[in-house]
């Protein structure tokens, strides 16, 4: 039988702990005894251990001594302190030297039991618990997906693979991550028939779907009518899986609660994220903003640039003239770390909303530099890396900050983003839109199977662009490419981040609402 573990014991009295070794030995460890520092510090310089059991009080060398000695030779070395005297300090000594538990005596067999598996066998246990509760679910998962029939069901499906996505990524998969993609897959293929059955349903009148130009009605306006102060952080093309990772980070500061929304097609920047801030669908932006619209859509690069006057707009069109509002825009890290030296300014103000770029960035950037495609090879390695962006950040501290405010924190995105595997040929006129995962234009051909085609944009309340009203959206993991150079841009685009198209991944977004904790 293979070992659980190495177990270096060290004891002056080891002799008298031979019941509890030999336990140990018959759960599967091996056990290696000392009878003191001296000829632990040396074994340890000599051989490789998963885990110390140190006796505290010893002769010769005592406990934090070897303690010492042996996290100079191996700092990650696991120990276990074990004790009879029950002194704060000393525990604050131990503590402070790095143990990993602290055992007061008298220790039966099945503590010190506990605690090796603890230490040795924490990640596995919980790692085929997991395994075993994916199996367990995926019957049930897979039945849900053949039988949904409401955007409710969708939302429950993501947020069932969803959590095991982020539970694989920190217990390991037991090689079941490939059987979760593949129902993921076909969970987003069935979705994507849903999209196109039901969303003129879903963006029409009388729904109370909760689209993208009704986040700020459903979850800002009744706070601001209350006289709440609000803070609205629109974190651009997150997922819902990387902010189930990013959660972890902030529950300390505080307590929260995740809903979801539904963003609107394209589920793109320049749709989405507008219909955010103004609380309008697309073809009611030319409209209320003739002249912006006209300068947005001349310069295709820009057309994000007027968010902060939407938002203003749509506080005086609900009779919110009175609230103090500041919108600001983070795209450079020291944009962010400038807001974040000010963020005190801030605090009396009524509506704080704050759109932060970095996760669309990154996902853009992988698809330029063959390093960040190395670094970030699949989902789960840009989920740890939005959270280890977040951990350094300057976000981070502003978040810290904004919780001990009396304000309640609406966190969103515009569109999620879907990673592509399957080039398609598009052919269009030359006034079509570049997208990769949607386009718009005139004369647009595309199959069917791979694309929604949208012949009358009014009808799914987008606007007509130059003179064009024809929309193609991608569906699944497919991604468009024009004839010209078909080779050399579809070895470019393939397996990276993109967003535009349908799918659970761009159009389920998630919405957290943070209070402080203690307010």
């Not at 019941?19 to 490789?48: F, R």
């Not at 039945?143 to 694989?168: G, Q």
């Not at 809903?259 to 097609?265: A, G, Q």
């Not at 009524?350 to 669309?360: E, M, P, Q, S």
């Amino acid at each position: 039988m293979n070992s659980k573990g190495k177990i270096l014991w060290v004891d002056d009295e080891i002799d008298l702990l031979k019941p509890h070794i030999m336990y140990l030995e018959n759960k599967g460890y091996e056990v290696v005894p000392v009878h003191s520092g001296e000829d632990a510090i040396h074994l340890t310089q000599e051989d490789t251990f998963d885990l110390v059991l140190l006796d505290e009080m010893m002769t010769g060398l005592d406990g934090l001594t070897t303690l010492k000695y042996i996290k100079e030779i191996d700092p990650n070395l696991p120990i276990i302190m074990i004790t009879k005297n029950e002194e704060e300090s000393l525990m604050e000594e131990a503590i402070a030297s790095h143990i990993t538990n602290y055992l007061t005596k008298p220790v039966n067999p099945s503590q010190i039991l506990i605690a090796c598996k603890n230490v040795l066998e924490t990640k596995k246990i919980q790692s085929d618990s997991a395994a075993q509760g994916y199996l367990k679910d995926f019957q049930d998962i897979g039945e849900k997906i053949s039988s949904a029939k409401t955007l409710d069901d969708w939302y429950e499906i993501n947020h069932r693979l969803t959590d095991w996505m982020v539970r694989f990524d920190s217990l390991g998969d037991q090689g079941l991550g490939e059987i979760l993609d593949e129902q993921h897959d076909e969970a987003n293929r069935q979705f994507s028939t849903f999209i196109e059955n039901e969303y003129l349903n879903l963006i029409g009148e009388s729904s109370d779907t909760i689209t993208s130009p009704k986040i700020l009605d459903a979850h800002v306006l009744p706070l601001l009518q209350k006289d709440k102060d609000v803070v609205l952080v629109v974190i651009d093309c997150l997922r819902v899986d990387q902010w189930k990772s990013l959660e972890k980070i902030l529950y300390g500061s505080f307590n929260i609660k995740t809903e979801f929304h539904l963003s609107i097609l394209p589920t793109a920047t320049p749709f989405s994220r507008n219909a955010i801030f103004s609380g309008l669908y697309p073809d009611e932006f030319p409209k209320i903003f003739p002249n912006e619209w006209e300068k947005m859509i001349r310069d295709e690069t820009s057309m994000n640039r007027y968010e902060g006057e939407f938002l203003k707009s749509y506080l005086q069109r609900n009779n919110l003239s009175q609230v103090s509002m500041n919108y600001t825009k983070v795209i450079t890290p020291e944009d962010g770390q400038k807001f974040a030296n000010h963020i005190n300014e801030y605090k009396n103000t009524n509506l704080l909303a704050l759109v932060v770029n970095f996760v669309d960035m990154l996902g853009h950037s992988r698809s330029e530099s063959n390093v960040l495609k190395e670094m970030i090879p699949d989902e789960s390695a840009y989920r740890k890396a939005v959270c280890s962006w977040m951990e350094q950040s300057w976000l981070k501290d502003v978040f810290e900050q904004i919780s001990e405010w009396n304000k309640i924190v609406v966190l969103t995105s515009d569109h999620g983003s879907i990673r592509v595997k399957k080039p398609v040929q598009v052919k269009g006129d030359r006034e079509t839109s570049d997208g990769i995962r949607y386009k718009y234009g005139k004369n647009l051909h595309v199959s069917s199977k791979v694309a929604m085609k949208i012949d009358s944009s009014k009808e799914f309340r987008l606007p007509t662009i130059d003179g064009a009203s024809d929309y193609i959206l991608s569906k699944d993991e497919y991604y468009f490419l024009y004839p010209n150079n078909y080779n050399r841009f579809a070895r470019r685009y393939e397996n990276s981040f993109q967003h535009g198209g349908i799918s659970m991944d761009e159009m389920i977004v998630p919405v957290g609402i943070l209070t402080g904790k203690g307010k």
